[in-house]
């Protein structure tokens, strides 16, 4: 009788721990990378302004890639699987004073490296929002079938670095993402889910 091999294993859940270590060291090495990077280069790190049209921007910003998200996951199937996968396995263990770690740690680190440091470095246009939002996108991937949810990822990470282009202020893809990631964190959290 042959042996069967058997299908790849799916990751074993996390631990609430687990997943608030995950964010908080992944937050670290972010800010790390972020400040060994601005260190050896010559181009500054993209301003942060403190307005009320900029918090209004990003607000507004925050909620459009909430609501854009909300009909992907309706309309496209396997955006919706990748998603369900990659969110069960981050947010499932987590409580809800949580959810406010969840939006800041990942939405300031990584809008630090990929908008405030990399876009700058790489070209405050279309090619330098291009490819830092494809380093956002597969920053976003636990495996390879998690491909679709890198795409969704890319996307917004193009109208965050868009974002930031138009405003030349970080606050607004910063205020963006904490926003959706809150938002969309706090939907798929407390939404009946298997």
Wanted: hydrophobic share 55%; glycine share 8%.
């Amino acid at each position: 009788m042959a042996e069967q091999i058997p299908d790849t294993p799916e990751m074993q859940p996390l631990t609430r721990v687990q997943v608030l270590i995950a964010m908080g060291v992944t937050a670290i090495v972010l800010l790390v990378i972020s400040k060994v990077w601005l260190h050896f280069s010559s181009v500054p790190l993209l301003a942060v302004r403190f307005s009320v049209p900029a918090l209004l921007q990003g607000v507004g910003l925050g909620i459009g890639i909430s609501v854009a998200s909300a009909i992907v996951y309706r309309v496209w199937g396997e955006y919706r699987r990748s998603a369900d996968q990659y969110l069960a396995m981050v947010l499932k263990p987590l409580l809800l004073p949580d959810i406010l770690w969840l939006g800041l740690l990942p939405g300031m680190s990584e809008e630090l490296l990929f908008r405030g440091v990399m876009l700058p470095e790489v070209g405050l246009d279309f090619i330098g929002v291009l490819i830092s939002s494809l380093c956002f996108g597969v920053l976003h991937m636990s495996n390879l079938k998690q491909w679709s949810y890198v795409v969704w990822a890319s996307i917004v990470g193009i109208a965050l670095g868009m974002s930031a282009v138009w405003t030349g202020n970080l606050l607004v893809p910063i205020v963006a993402h904490v926003l959706t990631n809150l938002v969309s964190g706090a939907i798929w959290k407390f939404s009946d889910r298997p």
